[in-house]
C-alpha cells in the first residue's frame, strides 16, 4: 500500500516560516510527481505547489516567491519550505501523489492526483 504522511504543521505567527514535510512508503519517488494542496475552511481544495519527476516545480500565484518545493528521492521525502507566512496560508495542508508519471511537468490539479495524505493544520495567526 502506497502511503504518504504529512508533518511539520503547527501554530506560527505572520511573517514566520515552517517547513512541511511528506514522507513516502514506496522505496523511491524517481518516478512520481509530488504536489502540496491546502483547504481551509469554506474553500475548495487549492493547488499550492507541485514537483515532477525531475524537479521541475509549479506554483500557485498566492505563494509564488514565499514557498519553495524540494524533494529527496534517497530519503523519499518531498518538502513545502514556507516564508513570511500570512493569516491567509492558514488551512489544512495536504500532500498528493501522481505515481509513475510520465509528464516531466506537474500539474496543480487535485483530480490528477490519486494518492493523498491525511493533511497537516497550518495556523498562521498573532
Known amino acids: 500500500q502506497f502511503q504518504l504522511v504529512e508533518s511539520g504543521g503547527g501554530l506560527v505567527q505572520p511573517g514566520g516560516s515552517l517547513r512541511l514535510s511528506c514522507a513516502a512508503s514506496?522505496?523511491?519517488?524517481?518516478?512520481?510527481?509530488i504536489g502540496w494542496f491546502r483547504q481551509a475552511p469554506g474553500k475548495e481544495r487549492e493547488g499550492v505547489s507541485c514537483i515532477s519527476s525531475i524537479s521541475s516545480s509549479n506554483y500557485a500565484d498566492s505563494v509564488k516567491g514565499r514557498f519553495t518545493i524540494s524533494r529527496d528521492n534517497a530519503k523519499k521525502m518531498v518538502y513545502l519550505q514556507m516564508n513570511s507566512l500570512k493569516p491567509e496560508d492558514t488551512a489544512v495542508y495536504y500532500c498528493?501523489?501522481?505515481?509513475?508519471?510520465?509528464?516531466?511537468?506537474?500539474?496543480?490539479?487535485?483530480?490528477?492526483?490519486?494518492?493523498w495524505g491525511q493533511g497537516t493544520q497550518v495556523t498562521v495567526s498573532s
Open positions: 498528493a501523489a501522481h505515481r509513475l508519471s510520465v509528464l516531466r511537468l506537474c500539474l496543480l490539479d487535485k483530480d490528477w492526483y490519486s494518492y
Open positions: 514506496e522505496f523511491t519517488l524517481d518516478y512520481d510527481t
